[in-house]
């Protein structure tokens, strides 16, 4: 590659790849100006390897090493075990912002540790919808003031960390019942609905100094009608213009079936740019092709006269200085990680009833669907129980298996039925499965471990731990086993 205009094109660029090595074609695009990396689980196997790999990322003070580190259901750092933090549903039910500060700022010595620069967290969206599939237990509740208040402690404790935040997704992913993985979402709210509710954690964000804030790929009619990612009227109009933000817009994954699969991911690239964004982010099974293929369609846009290079040049600027360089560690007066995390987690649980009778327990897990962002979990609550020495037999049921599971507890009277549901108003199979298992049962216990369900579920003992990390999973455990 040559040229000023490319390498500025190149600038904007945030790039996934495969592999826990820095591969060849990635050296050459972060010499020639490449923007930073997103990394993912894939690229992550223990702390020093990953300190090695994102070293030789840094190849100046300019480049972003980015991750989605949220705590609880969406881990990187951790997803080979599970997050030592609780999700922000879990905070967002505690709702004490100091502890939610002194997480993030823990958090923040782990990136710093690991070399991230930018965290792309925290999820600023409301979630008033109980059937989304993609926000859920990610989001800090319901209750806008809530949300906010959260958002700016978890932004405060990130950067007084040494890490950059980068509140996420705007204008608000929270009443959608499309995943924009998959599809294109559609928020009915009116504009002032919008400004009311939706946007004020961005708003909180912004206050808190958020360096960085992500744009979803999400439709609202209202407003425009295009996607936010792509549409001039959000990311300049209302987030620069009305909201006054000045940090970097990071797009959401380019390659999302909202963006890729309607006008396509490079010329969404340009439309993002002509919007208004700066960092345009490709996340994963992404390679030096979509790059390249990227780049050349910035260059193409700017030489036909469609976007302007100084355009180019700002957002390119927006990005080097979107996030803070990583520096030698400095040091925290922080207690230990996990320590804090599993005591917050501990916190967020809500019983009811009778949790432990000291019988042997009988697992039937109804396998609940995980988010895309999230990916399929390395932990689960009988794995946990196993580490704790439980005494435990382990059934994991899909729809289908509903008879062979009711079998087993009618088989096993001496052993405790627990029922482990997951977001049961999206997949209300299972709250007909956890009654007959209930029924089959004697003084049965469901452990909720994804959105809290509006349906009313009737057993003995009930814990919702308000999301699937390990620590809230651990915590669920503990109560299970009497401990600690």
């Known amino acids: 590659m040559s040229g ?94 100091a502890l939610t500060e002194q997480l993030a700022r823990a958090l923040a010595d782990e990136l710093r540790a690991a070399g991230i620069t930018l965290n792309l967290a925290p ?78 954690p961005f708003r909180a964000a912004i206050a808190a100094g958020t360096r960085a804030i992500m744009s979803a790929h999400l439709v609202v009619p209202a407003v425009d009608d295009v996607p936010a990612t792509l549409s001039r009227a959000l990311l300049t109009g209302l987030l620069r213009d009305e909201l006054g933000f000045t940090g970097a817009i990071v797009t959401d994954a380019l390659e999302m079936k909202a963006v890729s699969a309607t006008v396509g991911m ?113 932990h689960d609550l009988a794995s946990i129980l196993g580490q704790l020495r439980a005494d435990v037999v382990t059934i994991r049921a899909t729809e289908a298996g509903v008879d062979q599971a009711l079998a087993a507890v009618r088989a096993s009277p001496g052993r405790r039925p627990v029922v482990v549901v997951r977001d049961v108003d999206r997949h209300p199979w299972q709250r007909d499965a956890a009654s007959a298992i209930l029924a089959a049962g004697t003084s049965g216990v469901v452990v909720d471990v994804g959105y809290p369900a509006r349906v009313t579920l009737t057993p003995n003992g009930l814990i919702t731990t308000f999301g699937s990390g390990r620590a809230s999973l651990t915590a669920a455990a503990e109560l299970l086993l009497g401990s600690p």
Do not use: Y
């Not at 205009?5 to 820095?22: D, H, N, P, V």
């Not at 705007?170 to 400004?195: I, K, N, Q, Y």
């Open 266 to 378: 490079a010329e969404g690239a340009v439309q993002a740019l002509l919007a208004g964004a700066d960092a345009l982010c490709l996340g994963h099974d992404i390679d030096e092709g979509h790059v390249a293929r990227v780049r050349a369609a910035i260059v193409a846009a700017v030489r036909e006269g469609r976007l302007d290079e100084n355009r180019v040049a700002e957002a390119a600027a927006r990005v080097a200085v979107s996030h803070v360089p990583a520096a030698e560690d400095r040091g925290s007066d922080t207690p230990p990680f996990a320590e804090l995390g599993l005591a917050a987690a501990r916190r967020a649980l809500v019983v009811s009833g009778t949790v432990d009778d000291g019988r042997p327990l009988l697992l039937v897990d109804l396998e609940g669907t995980t988010s895309v962002a999230a990916g399929r979990p390395s």
């Open 4 to 97: 000023s205009l490319e390498r500025l094109a190149s600038g904007c660029i945030l790039a996934g790849f495969a592999g826990t090595k820095t591969p060849p074609w990635l050296e050459r695009e972060l010499d020639d100006g490449l923007g930073g990396v997103v990394l993912f689980a894939r690229n992550v196997e223990e702390p020093e390897q990953l300190r090695r790999l994102t070293a030789s990322l840094r190849v100046s003070a300019a480049t972003v090493v980015a991750i989605d580190e949220e705590g609880g259901d969406v881990t990187r750092l951790e997803a080979s075990r599970g997050s030592s933090l609780p999700g922000p549903l879990a905070l967002g039910t505690i709702d004490d912002v």
């Open 123 to 200: 999820v600023a969206d409301i979630n008033v919808n109980p059937l989304n599939p993609v926000i859920g237990v990610r989001s800090f509740g319901s209750d806008p003031a809530l949300v906010a208040r959260h958002v700016a402690a978890f932004v405060t404790g990130l950067q007084s960390g040494g890490v950059a935040a980068c509140a996420k997704h705007f204008p608000g992913h929270g009443a959608t019942d499309v995943d924009s993985h998959l599809g294109l979402p559609v928020v009915s709210a009116t504009r002032e609905e919008l400004l009311g509710v939706e946007l004020a």
